[in-house]
Protein backbone atom coordinates (compact mmCIF):
# COMPACT_ATOMS: atom_id res chain seq x y z
CA UNK A 1 0.00 0.00 0.00
CA UNK A 2 1.48 3.18 -1.21
CA UNK A 3 1.86 6.16 1.50
CA UNK A 4 2.83 9.67 1.02
CA UNK A 5 5.63 11.82 1.85
CA UNK A 6 5.67 15.53 2.75
CA UNK A 7 6.58 17.10 0.02
CA UNK A 8 10.51 18.85 0.39
CA UNK A 9 10.24 22.34 0.02
CA UNK A 10 12.30 23.31 -2.88
CA UNK A 11 14.28 26.42 -0.96
CA UNK A 12 16.02 23.74 0.45
CA UNK A 13 14.45 24.98 4.03
CA UNK A 14 12.34 22.71 6.66
CA UNK A 15 8.80 22.23 7.07
CA UNK A 16 7.72 25.33 9.19
CA UNK A 17 5.90 23.76 12.49
CA UNK A 18 3.59 25.54 14.88
CA UNK A 19 5.01 27.39 17.22
CA UNK A 20 3.95 25.14 20.56
CA UNK A 21 4.64 27.41 23.17
CA UNK A 22 3.14 30.86 21.75
CA UNK A 23 0.02 28.22 21.26
CA UNK A 24 0.20 27.93 24.75
CA UNK A 25 0.96 31.47 26.11
CA UNK A 26 -2.17 32.49 24.08
CA UNK A 27 -4.49 29.53 25.77
CA UNK A 28 -2.58 30.54 29.25
CA UNK A 29 -3.58 34.37 28.66
CA UNK A 30 -7.38 33.64 27.26
CA UNK A 31 -8.50 30.99 30.30
CA UNK A 32 -6.96 33.68 32.98
CA UNK A 33 -9.06 36.85 31.07
CA UNK A 34 -12.05 34.32 31.13
CA UNK A 35 -11.82 32.92 34.80
CA UNK A 36 -11.16 36.78 35.64
CA UNK A 37 -14.54 37.54 33.48
CA UNK A 38 -15.96 34.52 35.95
CA UNK A 39 -14.75 36.13 38.91
CA UNK A 40 -16.19 39.57 38.16
CA UNK A 41 -19.46 38.28 37.49
CA UNK A 42 -19.58 36.19 40.46
CA UNK A 43 -18.79 39.22 42.93
CA UNK A 44 -21.19 40.89 41.11
CA UNK A 45 -23.79 38.11 41.06
CA UNK A 46 -23.34 37.61 44.96
CA UNK A 47 -22.72 41.70 45.87
CA UNK A 48 -24.77 43.27 43.08
CA UNK A 49 -27.90 41.77 42.67
CA UNK A 50 -29.31 42.14 46.42
CA UNK A 51 -28.98 45.75 45.98
CA UNK A 52 -30.56 45.37 42.36
CA UNK A 53 -33.65 43.56 43.88
CA UNK A 54 -33.69 46.70 46.91
CA UNK A 55 -33.08 49.65 44.07
CA UNK A 56 -36.97 49.65 43.01
CA UNK A 57 -37.90 50.84 46.68
CA UNK A 58 -35.52 53.06 47.21
CA UNK A 59 -36.16 54.71 44.09
CA UNK A 60 -39.49 55.02 44.86
CA UNK A 61 -39.27 55.86 48.21
CA UNK A 62 -36.79 58.66 46.96
CA UNK A 63 -39.43 60.03 44.74
CA UNK A 64 -42.62 60.04 46.90
CA UNK A 65 -41.46 60.04 50.30
CA UNK A 66 -38.10 61.47 50.93
CA UNK A 67 -38.20 64.05 48.26
CA UNK A 68 -42.02 65.62 49.27
CA UNK A 69 -40.38 65.53 52.98
CA UNK A 70 -37.44 67.72 52.25
CA UNK A 71 -39.57 69.87 49.91
CA UNK A 72 -42.05 70.46 52.81
CA UNK A 73 -39.47 71.59 55.20
CA UNK A 74 -38.27 73.97 52.25
CA UNK A 75 -41.91 75.58 51.79
CA UNK A 76 -42.21 75.66 55.88
CA UNK A 77 -39.30 78.34 55.74
CA UNK A 78 -41.15 80.55 53.54
CA UNK A 79 -44.66 82.56 53.14
CA UNK A 80 -45.84 80.65 50.44
CA UNK A 81 -49.77 81.04 49.05
CA UNK A 82 -51.48 78.62 46.82
CA UNK A 83 -52.48 80.75 44.42
CA UNK A 84 -48.80 81.91 43.67
CA UNK A 85 -46.99 78.90 44.21
CA UNK A 86 -43.70 80.38 42.30
CA UNK A 87 -43.58 83.12 44.52
CA UNK A 88 -41.99 82.48 47.74
CA UNK A 89 -40.62 84.83 50.74
CA UNK A 90 -38.07 83.58 53.41
CA UNK A 91 -38.98 83.44 56.16
CA UNK A 92 -37.01 81.20 58.25
CA UNK A 93 -38.07 79.29 61.45
CA UNK A 94 -40.90 82.15 61.86
CA UNK A 95 -43.60 80.03 60.69
CA UNK A 96 -42.78 77.46 63.30
CA UNK A 97 -42.78 80.72 66.38
CA UNK A 98 -45.70 81.65 64.97
CA UNK A 99 -47.05 77.92 65.31
CA UNK A 100 -45.94 78.06 68.79
CA UNK A 101 -47.88 80.79 69.75
CA UNK A 102 -51.43 79.99 67.66
CA UNK A 103 -53.92 78.63 69.39
CA UNK A 104 -55.83 76.81 67.31
CA UNK A 105 -52.26 74.65 67.18
CA UNK A 106 -53.16 73.69 70.94
CA UNK A 107 -56.15 73.28 70.35
CA UNK A 108 -56.04 70.49 67.59
CA UNK A 109 -53.33 68.66 69.28
CA UNK A 110 -55.39 68.52 72.56
CA UNK A 111 -57.78 67.66 70.65
CA UNK A 112 -56.26 64.52 68.78
CA UNK A 113 -54.70 63.61 71.55
CA UNK A 114 -57.77 63.13 73.44
CA UNK A 115 -59.63 61.32 70.32
CA UNK A 116 -56.41 59.68 70.30
CA UNK A 117 -56.78 58.04 73.68
CA UNK A 118 -60.43 57.62 73.56
CA UNK A 119 -60.24 55.63 69.95
CA UNK A 120 -57.27 53.82 70.93
CA UNK A 121 -57.65 52.38 74.33
CA UNK A 122 -60.49 50.62 73.73
CA UNK A 123 -60.29 49.82 70.61
CA UNK A 124 -56.95 47.94 71.43
CA UNK A 125 -58.45 45.69 74.22
CA UNK A 126 -61.29 44.98 72.52
CA UNK A 127 -59.03 43.52 69.84
CA UNK A 128 -57.17 41.82 72.08
CA UNK A 129 -60.37 40.18 73.59
CA UNK A 130 -61.46 39.74 70.23
CA UNK A 131 -58.30 37.93 69.49
CA UNK A 132 -58.24 35.56 73.04
CA UNK A 133 -62.02 34.31 71.79
CA UNK A 134 -60.99 33.66 68.59
CA UNK A 135 -57.73 31.95 69.57
CA UNK A 136 -60.12 29.01 70.42
CA UNK A 137 -61.69 26.13 68.25
CA UNK A 138 -64.90 27.09 67.28
CA UNK A 139 -67.45 26.40 64.49
CA UNK A 140 -67.18 28.30 61.62
CA UNK A 141 -63.90 30.43 62.93
CA UNK A 142 -63.46 31.51 59.13
CA UNK A 143 -66.14 33.40 59.34
CA UNK A 144 -66.05 35.29 62.46
CA UNK A 145 -62.23 36.28 61.40
CA UNK A 146 -63.81 37.55 58.23
CA UNK A 147 -66.91 39.03 60.02
CA UNK A 148 -64.56 41.19 61.91
CA UNK A 149 -62.04 42.15 59.22
CA UNK A 150 -64.97 43.44 57.45
CA UNK A 151 -65.43 47.14 58.88
CA UNK A 152 -61.69 47.70 57.81
CA UNK A 153 -62.92 47.07 54.35
CA UNK A 154 -65.43 49.63 54.46
CA UNK A 155 -64.62 52.72 52.78
CA UNK A 156 -63.78 55.93 55.72
CA UNK A 157 -66.71 57.74 53.70
CA UNK A 158 -69.52 55.07 54.38
CA UNK A 159 -68.43 54.52 57.83
CA UNK A 160 -68.57 58.31 58.53
CA UNK A 161 -71.90 58.74 56.69
CA UNK A 162 -73.39 55.65 58.67
CA UNK A 163 -72.39 56.53 62.28
CA UNK A 164 -73.34 60.48 60.98
CA UNK A 165 -76.87 59.40 60.65
CA UNK A 166 -76.86 56.90 63.86
CA UNK A 167 -75.49 60.29 65.82
CA UNK A 168 -77.59 62.60 64.04
CA UNK A 169 -79.80 64.93 67.11
CA UNK A 170 -82.93 64.72 66.44
CA UNK A 171 -83.59 61.35 64.69
CA UNK A 172 -80.44 59.45 65.56
CA UNK A 173 -80.48 55.77 66.69
CA UNK A 174 -77.89 57.11 69.54
CA UNK A 175 -80.43 59.09 70.92
CA UNK A 176 -83.59 56.89 70.45
CA UNK A 177 -81.66 54.18 72.77
CA UNK A 178 -80.56 57.13 75.42
CA UNK A 179 -84.39 57.88 75.49
CA UNK A 180 -85.54 54.37 76.90
CA UNK A 181 -82.99 55.52 79.87
CA UNK A 182 -84.51 59.07 80.35
CA UNK A 183 -81.52 60.78 78.81
CA UNK A 184 -82.56 63.54 76.89
CA UNK A 185 -81.38 64.20 72.93
CA UNK A 186 -77.71 64.80 72.99
CA UNK A 187 -76.42 67.20 70.45
CA UNK A 188 -73.43 65.39 69.03
CA UNK A 189 -71.84 67.39 66.91
CA UNK A 190 -72.02 71.10 68.37
CA UNK A 191 -70.70 69.86 71.78
CA UNK A 192 -66.42 69.04 72.90
CA UNK A 193 -66.52 65.48 74.02
CA UNK A 194 -70.01 64.31 72.64
CA UNK A 195 -68.27 64.95 69.24
CA UNK A 196 -65.28 63.25 70.17
CA UNK A 197 -67.03 60.02 71.66
CA UNK A 198 -68.27 60.16 68.28
CA UNK A 199 -65.86 60.93 65.94
CA UNK A 200 -64.04 58.18 68.23
CA UNK A 201 -66.87 55.52 67.90
CA UNK A 202 -66.17 55.67 64.09
CA UNK A 203 -62.23 54.93 64.37
CA UNK A 204 -63.03 52.16 66.93
CA UNK A 205 -65.66 50.54 64.69
CA UNK A 206 -63.36 50.65 61.38
CA UNK A 207 -60.16 49.35 63.31
CA UNK A 208 -60.67 46.45 66.31
CA UNK A 209 -61.08 43.81 64.10
CA UNK A 210 -57.83 44.81 62.52
CA UNK A 211 -56.13 44.86 65.47
CA UNK A 212 -57.77 41.81 66.22
CA UNK A 213 -56.12 40.14 63.67
CA UNK A 214 -53.24 40.68 64.13
CA UNK A 215 -53.20 39.89 68.16
CA UNK A 216 -54.60 36.21 66.60
CA UNK A 217 -51.71 35.38 64.37
CA UNK A 218 -49.38 36.59 66.82
CA UNK A 219 -51.42 34.60 69.34
CA UNK A 220 -51.36 31.44 67.02
CA UNK A 221 -47.00 31.77 67.03
CA UNK A 222 -47.03 30.79 70.96
CA UNK A 223 -45.95 27.52 71.25
CA UNK A 224 -48.57 25.32 72.89
CA UNK A 225 -46.30 23.39 75.40
CA UNK A 226 -46.10 26.81 77.29
CA UNK A 227 -50.20 26.49 77.66
CA UNK A 228 -49.72 22.76 78.62
CA UNK A 229 -46.82 23.52 81.36
CA UNK A 230 -49.07 26.30 83.29
CA UNK A 231 -52.19 23.69 82.67
CA UNK A 232 -50.20 21.22 84.37
CA UNK A 233 -48.87 23.78 87.15
CA UNK A 234 -52.16 24.83 87.95
CA UNK A 235 -52.67 28.13 86.07
CA UNK A 236 -56.40 29.35 85.15
CA UNK A 237 -57.36 30.17 81.72
CA UNK A 238 -57.48 34.13 83.40
CA UNK A 239 -53.90 33.43 84.39
CA UNK A 240 -52.37 31.62 81.21
CA UNK A 241 -53.83 34.60 79.35
CA UNK A 242 -51.63 37.27 81.59
CA UNK A 243 -48.29 34.94 81.93
CA UNK A 244 -48.36 33.25 79.14
CA UNK A 245 -50.29 34.73 75.99
CA UNK A 246 -49.63 38.62 76.90
CA UNK A 247 -46.02 38.37 77.14
CA UNK A 248 -46.07 36.37 73.81
CA UNK A 249 -47.53 38.75 72.32
CA UNK A 250 -46.09 42.09 73.51
CA UNK A 251 -44.48 42.91 70.89
CA UNK A 252 -47.39 42.93 68.32
CA UNK A 253 -48.71 45.10 71.25
CA UNK A 254 -46.40 47.45 70.93
CA UNK A 255 -46.80 47.75 67.23
CA UNK A 256 -50.04 48.25 67.40
CA UNK A 257 -49.72 50.49 69.88
CA UNK A 258 -47.36 52.79 67.57
CA UNK A 259 -49.85 52.14 64.54
CA UNK A 260 -53.05 53.37 66.05
CA UNK A 261 -50.59 56.51 67.44
CA UNK A 262 -49.55 57.39 63.95
CA UNK A 263 -53.22 57.25 62.72
CA UNK A 264 -54.76 59.02 65.08
CA UNK A 265 -52.25 61.88 64.58
CA UNK A 266 -53.54 61.63 60.62
CA UNK A 267 -56.82 61.50 61.79
CA UNK A 268 -58.85 63.12 58.79
CA UNK A 269 -61.37 61.87 57.17
CA UNK A 270 -63.97 60.95 60.30
CA UNK A 271 -64.14 64.32 61.85
CA UNK A 272 -64.24 65.71 58.53
CA UNK A 273 -67.29 64.19 56.93
CA UNK A 274 -68.89 63.49 60.86
CA UNK A 275 -69.12 68.04 60.00
CA UNK A 276 -71.14 67.95 57.54
CA UNK A 277 -70.32 70.90 55.69
CA UNK A 278 -68.42 73.69 56.28
CA UNK A 279 -67.85 72.80 60.16
CA UNK A 280 -66.26 69.94 59.08
CA UNK A 281 -63.16 71.77 58.08
CA UNK A 282 -63.13 73.58 61.09
CA UNK A 283 -63.70 71.06 63.84
CA UNK A 284 -67.14 71.88 64.51
CA UNK A 285 -68.01 75.89 65.15
CA UNK A 286 -65.90 76.43 68.10
CA UNK A 287 -63.13 73.87 66.77
CA UNK A 288 -64.29 71.73 69.48
CA UNK A 289 -62.89 68.19 67.14
CA UNK A 290 -60.50 70.37 64.65
CA UNK A 291 -57.43 67.49 64.73
CA UNK A 292 -53.88 68.51 63.39
CA UNK A 293 -55.18 66.87 59.93
CA UNK A 294 -57.87 69.10 59.39
CA UNK A 295 -55.90 72.20 60.51
CA UNK A 296 -53.55 71.35 58.08
CA UNK A 297 -56.28 71.30 55.18
CA UNK A 298 -57.94 74.50 56.51
CA UNK A 299 -54.63 76.40 56.58
CA UNK A 300 -54.21 74.83 53.14
CA UNK A 301 -57.07 74.55 50.85
CA UNK A 302 -59.14 77.31 52.85
CA UNK A 303 -56.57 79.96 54.00
CA UNK A 304 -54.44 79.42 51.02
CA UNK A 305 -51.22 79.40 53.44
CA UNK A 306 -48.48 76.59 52.04
CA UNK A 307 -46.23 77.72 54.61
CA UNK A 308 -48.06 77.19 57.35
CA UNK A 309 -49.88 73.97 55.86
CA UNK A 310 -46.40 72.54 55.60
CA UNK A 311 -45.14 74.18 59.20
CA UNK A 312 -47.79 71.47 60.62
CA UNK A 313 -47.41 68.67 58.45
CA UNK A 314 -43.93 68.93 59.74
CA UNK A 315 -44.88 69.55 63.63
CA UNK A 316 -46.67 66.45 63.07
CA UNK A 317 -44.19 64.39 61.46
CA UNK A 318 -41.70 65.71 64.95
CA UNK A 319 -44.27 64.37 67.47
CA UNK A 320 -44.57 61.30 65.48
CA UNK A 321 -40.36 60.82 66.00
CA UNK A 322 -41.08 62.19 69.53
CA UNK A 323 -43.22 59.60 70.13
CA UNK A 324 -41.06 56.67 68.81
CA UNK A 325 -37.97 58.09 70.66
CA UNK A 326 -40.06 57.57 74.32
CA UNK A 327 -41.26 54.50 72.98
CA UNK A 328 -38.07 53.25 72.75
CA UNK A 329 -36.48 54.83 75.99
CA UNK A 330 -39.75 53.56 77.48
CA UNK A 331 -38.49 49.95 76.00
CA UNK A 332 -35.02 50.39 77.35
CA UNK A 333 -35.38 51.54 80.62
CA UNK A 334 -37.86 48.44 81.03
CA UNK A 335 -35.44 45.67 79.42
CA UNK A 336 -32.97 47.13 82.14
CA UNK A 337 -35.32 46.55 85.08
CA UNK A 338 -36.00 43.56 83.99
CA UNK A 339 -32.23 42.05 83.88
CA UNK A 340 -32.34 44.07 87.09
CA UNK A 341 -35.06 41.77 89.01
CA UNK A 342 -34.30 38.86 86.61
CA UNK A 343 -34.58 35.30 87.88
CA UNK A 344 -33.77 35.65 91.69
CA UNK A 345 -30.30 33.57 92.44
CA UNK A 346 -31.17 30.77 94.89
CA UNK A 347 -28.95 32.13 97.85
CA UNK A 348 -29.58 29.20 99.97
CA UNK A 349 -25.77 27.49 100.59
CA UNK A 350 -25.65 23.64 100.11
CA UNK A 351 -24.56 21.62 102.66
CA UNK A 352 -21.44 20.06 101.42
CA UNK A 353 -21.24 15.89 101.62
CA UNK A 354 -19.44 14.82 104.46
CA UNK A 355 -17.53 11.31 104.28
Same mark, same amino acid.
Given at each position: ???????????????????????????????????????????????????????? %???????? /????? !?????? #???????????????????? =????????????????? %?????????????????????????????? =???????????????????????? %??????????????????????????????????????????????????????????????????? /????????????????????? %?? !??? #?? !?????? =?????????????? #?? /????????????????????????????????? =????????????????????????? /??????????????
Amino acid at each position: MATSTPAAPTDGQPNPTPDSSAGKDGAGRDGAAGQSRRTLLHRLDVRGVPYAFIAP %FFLVFGAF /GLYPL !IYTFWI #SLHRVELSTMDTMEWRGLAN =FTELIDDDRFWNALTNT %FTIGVISTVPQLLMALGLAHLLNYRLRGST =FFRVAVLTPYATSIAAAALVFTML %FERDFGMINWGLSFFGIDNVDWESQKWPAQFAISAIVIWRWTGYNALLYLAAMQAIPRDLYEAAAID /GASRWQQFRKVTIPGISATIV %FT !IVL #ST !IGATQL =FGEPLIFGQGPNGI #SG /GADNQYQTLGLLLYEEDWKNYQMGRAATIAWAM =FLILVLVFVLQRVVKGVTSRRTRAT /GPTKNTKSTPSATS
